[in-house]
Structure formats: structure tokens, C-alpha cells
């Protein structure tokens, strides 16, 4: 199994990392060159498949997936060119403005809960530096996907300061060690690349017939497969909203103690992958989902990666499989559960039925 290349990213629930191995084994063993990343997310698997030498077409509907997969895949220049950028960002004065205003909060000798009863992701310190900071990108007026490298330094010196356990649905009550330090940018450990890479943003459904690639990869968000769970804890919008705004700075309405964006809201439709209902024959919409899916692809060769934590079980995904093309291989691989397992919120929400977590890596080719 080749040893996997270095690569950098914000703490993302269901991030492929520690499976970064297996995978890019799989794909050498199909022999192809160009590989479609149908839920980018992160960019982890994007990131070890370009810098091992692949064609990477990276997709994903997140404004924030967008971003790292323009910065670490399609960025123009060497490190060099971005460091007096970083250097002025970093030089910046803190200025009270928007995030501070919702998402800034005293130190309150180690109490997160301000006077408003709410907690918050940041302290003011920190805050104060991304209103300067994010008004300052967008007064620079640079290309895409220089703007692209200076929000993903952004983000990545957000998540080394924040007060979370790595999602932004509730905060932590008492400030977290890191919460207290300075948040400083620094250049993105871009690398040298291929230069025909391509970035999407788009429903897999959608483009799906339109990438020509050799292999898919698919790493579908499936949702939860506690019935317990409210939407907002299966939905990525929910998870990463704040990561949103601060791509977009656009400002918008807000609701809820974690003042969530107006449009990550439960009553509001998300990606048909990570939906929590089944249809009338009992089946999950996720799953028929994935049947549709795969029968759009053109790629000859098809990795998908499975959660024994999603809504579906492995069984249900070898039928789906096994209508589309032949299974070469399955990896079934003993993985540690992401951080958001080990959240409690109510004493409703813990099954009974929890078993060692494992992840697999269905290969199918046709």
C-alpha cells in the first residue's frame, strides 16, 4: 500500500485522511489517470490524488469546498508569491464589525456563555481580526484563485483559535486553550501540480454525465442513521455555516442560539444525499440517490467510500453496486469515529445498537 503524500485541511467531520492509503491503492490499481472527487469536501483525497500525479475533477456543492479545491489544486503561483499578501493580512489592525458582532466573545474568566445567554465559536480578539482581515481580501481585488489561497489560509487559522469540538451546530461552554490564541495566516502548503485540474460546484447529480474521468470517487454525506437526529446534524450546511459566510461575507439573516445562516435551516431542502427519509417501499432517499448517481457516471471505474455510522448498510449498498457493474474488491477497514460521535445532546439521541465503527471501500468496475 503506498504511503500517503502530506496534506493540510480544516477539521471536517467524515474527512478521509486516515484512509488516504487504501484509497489511492484502489485507484492505482485501476490504472486510470483522471479521477472525478463527486464530494470534494475537504479536498483531502483531492489533494493526495493530484500531488501522486492524477487529473483531478473536484466537486462539491459547499462555497467552502470550492475554496480549498481552487486553492490547493488550480493556484497559480509558488508559495513565495503569496507570502507578503499573508504578511499584510497579518499586519492588519482588529476592527469591530460583523462576525465580531455575532460570533465574538469575551474571555469571562473561562465562560464561553456571554451576557446574552449564548456561546460563542471565537473570542473578540480573534474576531476582530477576521472583519479586518476578510473586508481586506475583498479589497484587493485579486483572481480567483488568488483569493481562493488567501481564504483558505483564512479558514485554517480560524480552526487552530476556535471553541468548538469542530462543527459550528453549538459552541463550547468553557473556552477551549486554543481559543485564547493569537490567529495568525499562513501561506497554504500548496504544491506543484499538473495545471489541467478542474474545480465544480454543482449537485453530483447534475454534472455527473458531463465529467469524463477515468474513476469516481464517491464519498456521499448519507446523513446519520439515528432516527433520533434532528436534520440540522445531518446536514454539511449546518455543520459548516459560519465557513460559508466567511467565504461568501455576505452577511446574512441569522437564527438560532448558533446563529446559523437563514438558509442552512431544517425546513429548507438540502442535498438529496444526505435526506433522512425513506420512500414509500421503506427505502432510503439517500440510497436511490446513489442508484441514480451511478448510473450516470460514465467512468468505468467506481471507488465509494461507506460509514457504518450512514443511513444505509453495507448490504444495502452491494444491491445497489451490483445493479451498475461487478465489485472487485471491498475493504472493510477498522476506522476511528469522527469527533462528532463523541457528542451527547440528550440522553434520546444515544443508540442502543452501537457497534465498532468501520469504513468501506467498494471498487466496482464495468
Request: glycine residues 6%; hydrophobic residues 40%.
Amino acid at each position: 500500500m503506498p504511503l500517503p503524500p502530506p496534506t493540510q485541511g480544516i477539521k471536517y467531520a467524515g474527512s478521509k485522511q486516515r484512509l488516504l492509503g487504501p484509497i489511492l491503492d484502489l485507484v492505482g490499481r485501476t490504472g486510470g489517470q483522471t479521477v472525478f472527487d463527486a464530494f470534494s469536501g475537504s479536498t483531502r483525497v483531492s489533494q493526495a490524488l493530484a500531488r501522486t500525479g492524477y487529473r483531478v475533477v473536484a466537486n462539491d456543492l459547499s462555497p467552502c469546498a470550492k475554496v480549498l479545491a481552487t486553492c490547493y489544486l488550480t493556484a497559480p503561483h509558488d508559495p513565495a508569491h503569496y507570502r507578503e499578501l499573508i504578511a499584510h493580512l497579518n499586519a492588519l489592525p482588529g476592527e469591530d464589525g460583523w462576525f465580531t458582532a455575532h460570533y465574538g466573545g469575551h474571555a469571562n474568566d473561562g465562560c464561553a456563555v456571554q451576557s446574552d445567554g449564548l456561546k460563542r465559536p471565537f473570542q473578540r480578539h480573534n474576531t476582530r481580526r477576521l472583519d479586518a482581515i476578510r473586508a481586506e481580501i475583498d479589497r484587493l481585488a485579486l483572481s480567483e484563485a488568488e483569493t481562493s489561497v488567501l481564504l483558505t489560509s483564512l479558514l485554517l487559522a480560524l480552526d487552530r483559535v476556535d471553541n468548538t469540538l469542530g462543527h459550528f451546530a453549538a459552541y463550547l461552554r468553557r473556552w477551549s486553550a486554543r481559543s485564547y490564541k493569537e490567529m495568525r495566516l499562513e501561506v497554504p502548503a500548496l504544491f506543484a501540480s499538473r495545471d489541467d485540474h478542474e474545480v465544480w460546484q454543482c449537485d453530483a447529480l447534475a454534472c455527473a454525465p458531463r465529467v469524463s474521468a477515468d474513476v469516481a470517487y464517491l464519498d456521499p454525506p448519507y446523513g446519520s442513521n439515528n432516527d433520533k437526529m434532528p436534520p440540522s446534524r445531518v446536514r454539511y450546511a449546518a455543520y459548516y455555516h459560519l465557513w460559508t459566510t466567511v467565504c461568501r461575507n455576505d452577511r446574512p439573516a441569522l437564527f438560532g442560539k448558533a446563529r446559523r445562516r437563514s438558509d442552512s435551516s431544517d425546513v429548507l431542502a438540502a442535498s438529496v444525499f444526505e435526506s433522512f427519509r425513506k420512500d414509500e417501499a421503506g427505502r432510503f432517499v439517500a440510497v436511490n440517490a446513489l442508484d441514480e448517481l451511478l448510473a450516470k457516471l460514465t467512468a468505468p471505474h467506481i471507488i465509494l467510500s461507506y460509514s457504518s455510522g450512514g443511513r444505509a448498510t453495507a448490504e444495502a449498498l452491494r444491491e445497489v453496486l451490483h445493479r451498475h457493474g461487478r465489485i472487485a474488491a471491498v475493504w472493510q477497514l477498522p476506522h476511528r469515529r469522527h469527533v462528532m460521535s463523541q457528542m451527547r445532546w440528550t440522553d434520546a439521541w444515544v443508540r442502543d445498537d452501537e457497534a465498532p465503527h468501520t469504513e468501506y471501500l467498494f471498487w466496482l468496475t464495468r
